[in-house]
């Protein structure tokens, strides 16, 4: 037999190709983590920029930042990079440039908390519809719903901050859909109780993702990477189930995306950091149930996160073409060159260190939060030039994180 007619076997080493054209080197992608360290002005940090050096240098074929602001009026965190004009955009130029170096594909996440946002604590946090969350840590004050004229000046924002994102030197955006954010609050129906056209049904819904993702397109053209950031579902009782999301992600394809990630949970129940697990073969991936689902369905690219540790397993769902892309984060924010090292099968899952828990019932909020401020503590380590893995206890990482939240605070808000 001819190696012409043998089937080729997709693994984490093969190349994709994306819809608008743009190669992504290999199937190994950094998925998106909150590093927090943003400049007072919103300008990507001195401290962030070595972050994507060393990620740059790491191996993966796709790097996808943290949440980028689409407002300085509402931020998901302190410090937060923010990009709503043109002032910052020669800081904004050197974080691509950092990242992409070495050849990986860099994509901007750019999102808006809606009424999980944690500040500016004087502003009113918004949303869908007037609606506390149910979750500690935000802003206390009950949420505004969003006027119309509220929601076209959203739409602007978005299409602005990819055109700004493209502008500076981005392959492209990953608009955020998920983890109970606004446009994921649009479409939950806990979240959303509109009786306008953007609620009441799964397709008013869907309808405020499906324009900013045309909006986004429109500003940055045909060969940028845009992407989109999907519950599988929410994990909580009345919320966006699998069925709905499902029909979301069709929609999506059909409105043109390059990329769609997959992903699960909010602050409420977040079952995109493990604390919450959706249930899967008795397997590694969080997700890949719905990513299965959906391939049954659908072409469109897809990648998943969550969970996912060992190359065989990668190889195994990569070649069975259930998914496109393999999202990995925590493990990038231990050890920055663990795509080369899972490529070249110098890796060992065990060797990982993980994030602290407190193991009594009822922790779960806290927990969540100690993943997050264990996220950022290795941040500030690589960024610092050192690559060695560290695993701070759950004291320690609550102290500092405590420390520097309330520093921040102070500083920014």
């Known amino acids: 037999m001819s190696t012409r007619n043998r089937p ?17 080197p290999n199937r190994i992608a950094k998925a998106a983590m909150s590093e927090q360290l943003g400049r007072l002005d919103g300008a990507p940090g001195h401290d962030l920029i070595r972050l994507y050096s060393a990620w740059g240098r790491g191996g993966a074929g796709l790097l996808i930042t943290g949440n980028v602001m689409i407002d300085r009026r509402a931020y998901v965190e ?49 949303g869908p519809s007037a609606l506390r969350p149910h979750a500690p840590g935000f802003n206390l004050r009950k949420p505004r719903a969003l006027a119309l004229t509220d929601i076209t000046d ?73 992407s989109v950031k ?3 579902a929410d994990f909580q009782q009345g919320g966006l189930e699998q069925a709905e999301s499902l029909e979301t992600a069709l929609a999506l394809e059909q409105a043109g995306i390059d990329l769609l990630e997959i ?32 391939r049954a369905r659908s072409s ?17 769902v990569l070649a069975q073409g259930a998914v ?23 890796h060992r899952p065990d060797s990982l260190p993980t994030a602290p828990r407190i193991p009594i019932p009822g922790a779960t909020p806290v927990n969540s939060y100690l993943q997050l401020a264990w996220h950022a503590a290795n941040f500030r380590r690589i960024a610092a030039g ?12 609550l102290i500092g994180a405590g420390a520097m939240v309330t520093a921040r605070a102070l500083t920014q808000f």
């Open 78 to 126: 302190p410090r937060n990079v923010t990009l709503e004009d043109d002032g910052n955009l020669e800081a904004v130029r050197n974080w691509a440039r950092a990242g992409a170096r070495e050849g990986s594909v860099m994509v901007m996440q750019i999102n808006h908390p809606g009424r999980v946002a944690v500040g500016p604590l004087h502003r009113r946090p918004v």
């Open 154 to 226: 959203l739409r602007r924002r978005y299409a602005r901050t990819a055109e700004l994102a493209v502008a500076a030197g981005f392959s492209g955006v990953q608009v955020h859909a998920a983890h109970g954010y606004l446009l994921s609050q649009f479409l939950s129906p806990i979240a959303n109780r509109r009786t306008d056209h953007y609620g009441g049904t799964p397709q008013n819904r869907r309808r405020l993702l499906l324009e900013v993702v045309a909006d986004v397109r429109r500003a940055v053209g045909p060969a940028a990477v845009v």
């Open 230 to 232: 999907l519950n599988s």
């Open 324 to 346: 496109d892309i393999i999202g990995l984060g925590r493990p990038f924010a231990v050890r920055p060159a663990i795509a080369t090292e899972l490529r070249n099968r110098t």
């Open 386 to 397: 050192d690559t060695s893995p560290s695993s701070p206890g759950a004291v320690r990482t």
């Open 300 to 316: 469109v690219p897809l990648m998943l996160t969550g969970g996912i540790r060992t190359l065989d397993f990668m190889n195994e």
């Open 8 to 24: 080729v076997t997709t693994t984490v080493d093969s190349p994709l190709g994306l819809p608008c054209g743009v190669r992504v």
């Open 263 to 294: 992903s699960g949970g909010n602050y409420e129940a977040p079952a995109m950091t493990g604390v919450v697990q959706d249930s899967t073969r008795t397997r590694e991936a969080y997700f890949l149930h719905y990513a299965e689902a959906l």
